[in-house]
Structure formats: structure tokens, C-alpha cells
């Protein structure tokens, strides 16, 4: 049965290096608490430094059995006070190739690809997700989309750093507005884990993990008080959700001020790799700035835990309609029992199934990416035999700037002169009586 835990930790834990080497996200320091801001009349000067106190509070939160068995093996030292505290997660996280062999039987080319880690991408596990991690198996799911193989240094034919040619729609330092009425507001660098097909592995990690300068941020949100145009404002990175509240709601609340922005999507894997993060306090906040969405990015079954079902709840409580966005993955979930396993999972915790994409062609991702036939095969294998709710829509973000380009199964067969030819989801026949519009006998209202 999963543990619970509430308490109150007094301790300060040690500051961490400067910035090229912290382990903490961006924001105050560990063992503060953050500051609550007045709401403003006109968008104030807020003073991001940390504040000191002596109380941090960690909130009660469930701890499955598999993720105790791993705190008592592997970090003894740990209560499960320490193991709820998101921060003490990011400061132990799984960062090198000692700490790797200390808890995986680690393959020659896992080993070899870690020791000749090279580029921007960093390595980065957090002990709650390394619980999820098949200690012996390779081949597992959600371990080879964290640990590195050579495969990551392998560039292919049509790959590149930056396929979406976001770099060349950006009007400001960290912000890419590509579709008309919305933007992308990049407002971190750091996430607590590191999915090796990451769409901008060229950026994460790549000047140290840290936020976005608040100068830089700043311009951004200027950029969108100036552009009417711009209703729709999505926040990602890096990992959003991986600032500390008080940066957080900084922005949250300058974009708020905005008349025209109506809109707010936060982009997160917090939930999923660092359920900790979800704090009552962070849910309290969210629920501040509606309307506001969330996409979260879930991969495999295995990551529904009793930790991320409570935190989507927490979430989910807090009104936010949470969505789920998925990276097709090449032996990894393109599977029609896996990826089922997923939907059905994710509606239990009331995160709607949105987009499946094809993985982007990103330098050294050709060991990821799967046919686009095997993408379809999927979503004909759910319509029809789940509810619509459990089917995402499978999109292509199309290289250099193109956007979403949807995909689905060809339902229409043909036509027979009036009638449509149509095939169903159990591969039966129908026609549907579809005169062409200058055909007479097609008869109005």
C-alpha cells in the first residue's frame, strides 16, 4: 500500500555550486520558503532573490512501495521526509556514470555512449524516475528513453538540431511565434530529467541549468503586450513547472496582466518524473490564473504510479484541464497494447489522451523514430475499439516552421456515383449518400 507522509523540515540543506554546476532549479535556493506577491496594480519590479527562513514544509504525499524499497536501498540516508521534498530530489539526482552503475547493470554501449557524452543535452534522472527504471533490462521502455546509447551521436539523413526551425521564428530572445495567434514562451533551460529524443536538445542544459534571464523574459512578455494579435501564450522549455513558485507565478501573473492574452498553456513532465513537485501550494497557485491548461508528457503505462495519479488529481482538483501528449517511440510504446495500456491509463487519472506526434527528426534520433504507417496502424487499432476520448490526435510537427500536420487512417474507400464508399473501424463496407454538388436531384431544404 502506498505511504504518507507529512512534516516539517527545520533543517536548511547546503547551498549548491554556481550555476554551470547546480543541481537545483532555477529560483530561490533549497529550503526556503517562497514569497507570496501582493497582486499588483501596475506589473511590479519583483525582487527574485531567495528569502531566508528556517521552515520548509513538505506536504503529505503518497509514496508507493516500489519507490520506498528504492529510497532504502539506494539512498539509506533518505527519510521519506527528504524523498517528498522536490528539491531534495533535484539535488540527488542521477547525474553521472558512478551513480548510473551504483543502480543499473549498465550495457557496454550504455556505458560507452555515457562515458562520450558530448553537446548540450545533459544527463539527468531523478531518484523518484530511476525507481521506475529496470535495473537489469536494457530494453526497457522507460530507461532507454533517459540513459544514453551510442545510437544519440549517430546523425542521419534529414536530422538536425533544430528541425522545427523554431531558432528562425524567434522575434525576441525566448519566445517562437510561428502561428498567428499564439506564442511559445521559453522560460527555462533545466529539467529534472532528460529525455534523450528532446525536441531542443541543442538549448537545455546547454549555458548550465538555469532559468531564462529575467531581462530576457521580460522582452518576451513586452513582445506580447505589443502584439494584439496574440490571445494564446503556451510556457515551455526546459521544464516550467521546474521553477519555484515564486518565479512561477511572477509570470503567470505579468501574462494575466495582458488584456488580450485569454489563454494559458503551461507544457510539464514534472507530474510524471517529479510527482513531488506538485505541491498544494503550486495547485493553490495555478488555480490563481485560469483560464490554464496543461499538457503533460507521458510515454509508457509505467509511469501511472499512485505518485502521478495523486498529483494529477491535485491538479485536476485545482480545475485545470490536464492533457496528455505523447512521442511516438521505436520499441518503446508503438505498440497497440502498449499504447492502449496508456489511454485507458490516463483517463483513469483524468488526463485526456491529445497529441501522439511522430518524433522529430532531431540529430541522432533515427533509433527512436518509427514509420509513419506504424503511427496509423495505432490510431486505427483504438478508433472503434475504445471510446474517442482514449484516441489522441497523431500529428507530424512538420521541419522548418511548418506546424502540426494531422494524420489519420483513410476511412473513404472511394465513390460509386451518388454514394461515398466508406470503411468502418472492423473493416466493413458502407455507403453514404453523398450527391456531388452539381448533381441534381439534391434537393434543399
Not at 499588483?40 to 521552515?55: G, M, Q, R, W, Y
Not at 453514404?432 to 448533381?439: D, G, H, L
Request: aromatic share 6%; glycine share 8%.
Amino acid at each position: 500500500m502506498p505511504r504518507v507522509l507529512s512534516v516539517v523540515d527545520r533543517s536548511v540543506p547546503d547551498s549548491i555550486a554556481g550555476p554551470a554546476d547546480s543541481e537545483e532549479p532555477p529560483g530561490p535556493t533549497a529550503g526556503v520558503t517562497n514569497a507570496v506577491i501582493s497582486p499588483p496594480i501596475t506589473p511590479p519590479a519583483v525582487n527574485l532573490s531567495a528569502v531566508p527562513t528556517s521552515k520548509h514544509t513538505v506536504p503529505r504525499l503518497t509514496v508507493s512501495a516500489r519507490s520506498d524499497a528504492f529510497r532504502r536501498q539506494f539512498y539509506p540516508q533518505a527519510g521519506l521526509r527528504d524523498w517528498n521534498d522536490w528539491r531534495w530530489q533535484n539535488r540527488h539526482r542521477v547525474r553521472s556514470l558512478p551513480d548510473l552503475d551504483r543502480m543499473f547493470r549498465l550495457t557496454d554501449d550504455e556505458r560507452q555512449a555515457i562515458e562520450a557524452r558530448h553537446g548540450a543535452l545533459p544527463l539527468g534522472i531523478t531518484p523518484y524516475y530511476a525507481s521506475l527504471i529496470d535495473a537489469e533490462n536494457p530494453a526497457q521502455g522507460l530507461r532507454r528513453t533517459v540513459i544514453p546509447v551510442s545510437g544519440e551521436y549517430l546523425k542521419s539523413r534529414g536530422e538536425s538540431d533544430d528541425p522545427l526551425g523554431e531558432d528562425s521564428s524567434s522575434p525576441v530572445p525566448g519566445l517562437v511565434h510561428r502561428y498567428p495567434d499564439r506564442v511559445l514562451l521559453l522560460v527555462t533551460n533545466f529539467c529534472s530529467v532528460y529525455c534523450r529524443y528532446c525536441t531542443r536538445a541543442r538549448m537545455v542544459g546547454s549555458v548550465g541549468e538555469r532559468s531564462i534571464r529575467k531581462h530576457d523574459l521580460e522582452k518576451a512578455i513586452d513582445y506580447i503586450a505589443a502584439t494584439p494579435v496574440v490571445r494564446d501564450v503556451l510556457l515551455s522549455g526546459g521544464d516550467p513547472l521546474s521553477l519555484d513558485d515564486e518565479r512561477l507565478e511572477w509570470i503567470l501573473k505579468r501574462l494575466r496582466q495582458i488584456p488580450h492574452v485569454e489563454f494559458i498553456r503551461i507544457g510539464s513532465k514534472q507530474p510524471i518524473v517529479q510527482p513531488q513537485r506538485i505541491t498544494p501550494a503550486l495547485a493553490r497557485i495555478l488555480k490563481r490564473y485560469h483560464p490554464l491548461w496543461m499538457s503533460l508528457h507521458f510515454t509508457h503505462p509505467d509511469e501511472l504510479t499512485p505518485e502521478v495519479a495523486e498529483a494529477c488529481a491535485r491538479l485536476a482538483d485545482a480545475g485545470i484541464p490536464l492533457g496528455s501528449q505523447t512521442v511516438l517511440l521505436k520499441g518503446i510504446n508503438d505498440n497497440l497494447a502498449t499504447m492502449r495500456a496508456l489511454v485507458h491509463g490516463l483517463l483513469r487519472i483524468r488526463v485526456r489522451p491529445y497529441y501522439l506526434y511522430q518524433c522529430d527528426p532531431i540529430s541522432g534520433s533515427s533509433h527512436f523514430r518509427t514509420p509513419v504507417a506504424k503511427g496509423l496502424e495505432i490510431i486505427r487499432g483504438l478508433r472503434g475499439h475504445t471510446t474517442g476520448y482514449a484516441i489522441p490526435t497523431y500529428v507530424i510537427d512538420a521541419p522548418e516552421g511548418g506546424g502540426k500536420i494531422p494524420l489519420a487512417p483513410d476511412y473513404v474507400v472511394g465513390r460509386d456515383g451518388d454514394d461515398l464508399l466508406l470503411s468502418n473501424y472492423a473493416n466493413g463496407s458502407y455507403r453514404y449518400p453523398a450527391p456531388r454538388p452539381e448533381s441534381p436531384g439534391c434537393e434543399s431544404a
